[in-house]
């Protein structure tokens, strides 16, 4: 019996779906972060309005005062789908693994002075609820929003945030206990330093404009909060006890350079659509950014003790840089 072996050619009927090539201007090859992203937001066929806000539709361009012709004209730089986003944070995850395995395997925190163990664990694990406002805030903005383009990446950052109240509170665990959670949620419930921040989480749970929301928590608060904490307090800590604790929150500080590049390219889109959205969106940043600072003083005084207000100073200059970039004046 004999084979015969023969490669076949089979040329594709269509290079994407119909709504992608209309999107590319013809029938071209799309990356997968195209096809899981344009046009993929419902707009017809819809049953009836929703009887807890019958002045909208269910997903509606009006729940926001920031107008653009096209929502798509939203870029994530990241390119991320599930699947991209799925492999880089697993790569995050692995390092913040290992970096937490060596801590643990070589004893490092029990190396740690009593003041420096302690200052950890009052700073860092309150956070985690932060954390967790972040989660809601963003899964709000995913919810409300318009356009896969922004939606998509919002549910991303929102479960970044579930991951980075995990890694905090392992942190507290580390160096710590059991006890020191509860110490900690006690101290954001009642302790003078931390209900300002405590009181702008809360406040921003309640904005009825998405887009509001998204420069208070993603560009406002984050903004100044990772410079501050996870840079300029951990390199005090560094300084006076080593990289141990900048170890444990490493994953931090590489989610929040990378959540940058979404964040400032989509203020950018927003403010260059019109001078309206413009305006807008520096209202908003003077407002929240104003309050932020406010809100961090006493976390930030807790580490640094006088040197809070010069570090406020320097993260506030380097915030207002970071807004001209993306075309705002604040």
């Known amino acids: 019996m004999q084979i015969d072996l023969r490669t076949v050619s089979i040329t594709p009927l269509r290079q994407t779906f119909d709504h992608v090539a209309k999107r590319l201007g013809g029938d071209k090859p799309a990356s997968r972060y195209q096809e899981g992203t344009l046009d993929v937001q419902a707009k017809t066929n819809y049953h009836y309005r929703p009887t807890w806000d019958p002045a909208h539709k269910i997903f509606d361009e009006t729940r926001t005062a920031i107008k653009m012709k096209d929502w798509y004209a939203f870029k994530d730089p990241r390119q991320f789908y599930y699947g991209s986003w799925t492999q880089a944070r697993a790569r995050l995850q692995e390092t913040a693994e290992g970096d937490i395995e060596f801590v643990e395997s070589r004893g490092l925190a029990s190396n740690l002075s009593a003041a420096v163990r302690k200052l950890a664990l009052e700073l860092y694990v309150p956070l985690r609820h932060v954390e967790w406002g972040a989660n809601m805030n963003n899964s ?22 579930l991951g980075s109240a995990q890694y905090l509170s392992r942190l507290g665990l580390l160096l710590g206990g059991p006890d020191d959670l509860a110490t900690a949620k006690n101290a954001w419930l009642n302790a003078p330093a931390w209900q300002e921040l405590r009181r702008y989480v809360e406040d921003t749970f309640v904005l009825s404009d998405w887009f509001e929301l998204y420069v208070a928590q993603n560009l406002a608060l984050d903004g100044l909060m990772f410079p501050l904490l996870f840079k300029r307090v951990d390199d005090h800590l560094t300084s006076q006890a080593g990289p141990t604790v900048s170890m444990l929150t490493r994953f931090q500080a590489d989610w929040f350079a990378d959540a940058s590049k979404w964040v400032d390219a989509t203020i950018k889109t927003a403010a260059a659509e019109s001078a309206e959205n413009k ?5 908003w940043t003077k407002s929240w950014a104003a309050r932020a600072a406010e809100a961090l003083q006493p976390v930030v005084a807790m580490a640094l003790g006088d040197a809070a207000a010069g570090a406020m100073d320097e993260a506030m200059t380097q915030f207002k840089a970071r807004c001209a970039k993306a075309g705002l004046s604040v």
């Open 140 to 161: 709000a903005i995913c919810a409300y929003g318009f356009g896969t383009a922004i939606t998509a990446p919002a549910q991303f950052q929102g479960m970044d945030r």
């Open 279 to 283: 305006a807008q969106l520096e209202a």
